[in-house]
């Protein structure tokens, strides 16, 4: 955006709001943090980071901790939950860029981080669920057909989601590894798509040369050979 003074700068992130988001600015909370200045032939600009979550969804939460005793003294996204935690661990290094690889249950969320300021973050479709449900299939086997219900999924996710190459002929009860890796193959090829889309629209949008490093996070990075 333009530089503009605080009060000209909400009155413009109000008016995105009601041009791009999904919701009237009066039913959610929005909040907004400059992370960088820059300039270009029309003059000084700013890269503005900006939060929204929907009232409902915030004041339920809040009533929940406020009937379990507890005093809620600020909300914060996810993506600088990250940032906090990281930096406390003092884990970034000095002027690198990283990504943050977030696999979820319902999504993956992936934030990029340069020099300590949070630059841009994504949603994929593709998590954990998607992962199990890919495996929910009925398998016809040389004496007999095998249901891989959800359950069942599940547990062979977390068994083996990924074998390693010495490890494809290995079976996890009646089937293979490599079958199980032809189940998934198709999913996590799309994932690993849309992580390099992602990594690629960055780098070429806001002019990065490498992703210095990238942290896997969520109940999704726990998963074997990821």
């Known amino acids: 955006l333009p530089k503009l003074s605080q009060k000209d700068m909400l009155s413009s992130i109000i008016l995105e709001l009601k041009k791009q988001g999904p919701f009237e600015p009066k039913e959610v909370y929005y909040d907004f943090k400059i992370v960088s200045e820059m300039s270009d032939r029309t003059g000084p600009k700013v890269h503005v980071l900006v939060a929204i979550a929907k009232k409902q969804v915030i004041d339920q939460k809040i009533e929940l901790l406020n009937q379990i005793g507890m005093k809620t003294i600020g909300v914060s996204i996810l ?25 979820g249950a319902k999504f993956t969320n992936m934030h990029f981080v340069r020099s300590g300021v949070i630059d841009f973050s994504r949603d994929i479709a593709t998590a954990g669920d998607h992962i199990t449900q890919s495996m929910v299939r009925t398998i016809t086997l040389p004496d007999k057909e095998m249901v891989i219900n959800l359950e069942e999924a599940e547990r062979i996710k977390k068994e083996c989601v990924i074998p390693k190459k010495d490890e494809i002929e290995e079976k996890v009860g009646v089937l293979t590894k490599a079958h199980i890796l032809s189940m998934l193959r198709p999913l996590l090829e799309s994932m690993v798509a849309e992580i390099q889309r992602s990594i690629n629209y960055y780098r070429q949008t806001y002019n990065v040369m490498k992703i210095d490093r990238i942290f896997l996070v969520g109940g999704g990075s726990r998963l074997k050979n990821l």
């Open 79 to 103: 993506q600088t939950a990250f940032l906090n935690i990281m930096q406390k661990l003092k884990v970034l290094l000095e002027g690198e860029t990283v990504a943050i690889l977030d696999i």
